[in-house]
Antibody, heavy 122, light 111 residues
Framework: QITLKESGPTLVKPTQTLTLTCTFS??????????VGWIRQPPGQALEWLAL???????LYSPSLKSRLTITKDTSKNQVVLTMTNMDPVDTATYYC??????????????WGQGTLVTVSS | QSVLTQPPSVSGAPGQRVTISCTGS?????????VHWYQQLPGTAPKLLIY???NWPSGVPDRFSGSKSGTSASLAITGLQAEDEADYYC???????????FGGGTKLTVL
């Protein structure tokens, strides 16, 4: 059974750096094709893909946010960490992590965490 | 502005059939990348509904179906039920962005 759970601060100040951790179980991030991604959703708005890290440490970033994002993995701890610098109130959103396995060639998220709401305010 | 375009809302009466469109471009759907659909019930995380344009994950009823043609895709829901009231998102991969892209979402209201 695959599960993912996001953790991190619920409130950050403008200009601060956000660090979110995704702790997962039921799969290994050292298995070929497996990846973990981050997606966010501002209140009442659409989903926005942020970043993805694969089993082989390949990393993808949203072009619009690439300069502010860093994604890393700790395979031994079953964790993926996302950092976002220079936070702004417009970054207020629910942040989700999700599992993918593109060994079949398809690229979709089949398991999602419950999400964590991050508010950016002074 | 989302890379994939969806209608903001659709509605239908119980038992009816509704469709939700997802329009992309030559760098995503038109390039042959599959379209995937997610259902997001109020206050919950998105759930995979259709993958590979027309395949069902385990547990998803066959009232939901997907199709793709050219630079567009569609999600059809037949036998509409009250519990289908949710937001629906399409998703694909974009080669020019080298990343994953979502639609703007469609709110389904069951009348």
């Amino acid at each position: 059974q695959i599960t993912l759970k996001e953790s991190g601060p619920t409130l950050v100040k403008p200009t601060q750096t956000l660090t979110l951790t995704c702790t997962f179980s039921g799969f290994s991030l050292s298995t070929s094709g497996v990846g973990v991604g981050w997606i966010r959703q501002p209140p009442g708005q659409a989903l926005e893909w942020l970043a993805l890290i694969y089993w082989n440490d390949d990393k993808l970033y949203s072009p619009s946010l690439k300069s502010r994002l860093t994604i890393t993995k700790d395979t031994s701890k079953n964790q993926v960490v996302l950092t976002m610098t220079n936070m702004d109130p417009v970054d207020t959103a629910t942040y989700y992590c999700a599992h993918t396995d593109d060994s079949s060639g398809d690229r979709y998220f089949d398991y999602w965490g419950q999400g964590t709401l991050v508010t950016v305010s002074s | 502005q989302s890379v994939l375009t969806q209608p903001p809302s659709v509605s239908g009466a119980p038992g009816q059939r509704v469709t939700i469109s997802c329009t992309g471009s030559s760098s995503n759907i038109g390039a042959g990348y599959d379209v995937h659909w997610y259902q997001q019930l109020p206050g919950t995380a998105p759930k995979l509904l259709i993958y590979g344009s027309s395949n069902w994950p385990s547990g998803v009823p066959d009232r939901f179906s997907g199709s793709k043609s050219g630079t567009s895709a569609s999600l059809a829901i037949t036998g509409l039920q009250a519990e289908d009231e949710a937001d629906y998102y399409c998703q694909s991969y974009d080669s020019s962005l080298s990343g994953w892209v979502f639609g703007g979402g469609t709110k389904l209201t069951v009348l």
